[in-house]
């Protein structure tokens, strides 16, 4: 998980879009829009961090980098 592309991709496209790119690498195909990622693990990682983090900012008016560290933090709790 690598937050600048997570950051990257919250800001740039729609939580509509971020939702059809999960549904297309679920899929095993080519989402519609640019997702950064080393494998295709990464990138579902990385597009579904992007839709938590958008919900998050939609639901309670949470700015980005708050989202994304509430995000990150969630992660870290669940592996611990």
Known sequence: ?????????VDKYTLEELVAAEAAILEE???AIEIEGDD???KLTHVLAAV????????????A???IRAY?????????
């Open 72 to 80: 990150a933090q969630r992660v870290r709790n669940s592996i611990s």
């Open 29 to 31: 195909q080519t989402p």
């Open 52 to 63: 938590w983090v958008k919900g998050e900012m939609d639901t309670n008016g949470t700015e």
């Open 65 to 67: 980098m708050t989202a």
């Open 40 to 42: 295709e693990g990464e």
């Open 1 to 9: 998980m690598k937050i600048p592309v997570i950051k990257k991709i």
